[in-house]
């Protein structure tokens, strides 16, 4: 049932499109920015804003950033010979809480999955390919999430690199399948990372 309030059943119809907000999580939210001060709904409001205005993707690595290219590109004490493939920019930020990985990376921008319409066309597989070919990587680490497009995303890319003369490894089974990495702990990507497996051809 809609609230008398336009502004307000707009703002829950804005709210319920974020990931994991349902329609009571939506109302809880919106009565809380109601009952705080004026200036913390406005500081809300200007963060969201600024972040569209200024967010953009990498042009080398295509994870999230305000420079380009961004700093984990410029950072010249990461390791230049491995390269970590990962679907989304939060799969980037989440592998580098670990702290353990210190390589170069590849945020391929979603996962293949046909019947939603995503074929290799629609993800940053050809600048994929063009990076292992012109770069100095001995190993290219597939960090794609454990669910079924990510398997299937993994095995489309180990037919396409191994070719090109680069070890291809994918992350070890430490993670549940079909969860997504943002959502794992440190820990577990930290063993995932250390028990990756030459892939199979």
Known sequence: MGYQSESLNQLLLELVKLPGIGSRSAQRIAFYLLKRPREESEALATAIRTMRERVRSCSVCFGTTEADPCPLCEDERR????????????????????????????????????????????????????RVKGGSFEEVILATNPNAEGEATAIYLGHLLKPLGVRVTRIARGLPAGSDLEFADELTLSRALEGRKEMAT
């Open 79 to 130: 390791d230049s010979r491995l390269l970590c493939v990962v679907e989304e920019p939060s799969d980037l930020w989440a592998l580098e809480r670990t702290g353990e990985y210190r390589g170069r990376y590849h945020v391929l921008q979603g996962s293949l999955s046909p019947l939603d319409g995503r074929g290799p066309e629609n993800l940053r597989i050809a600048e994929l390919v063009h």
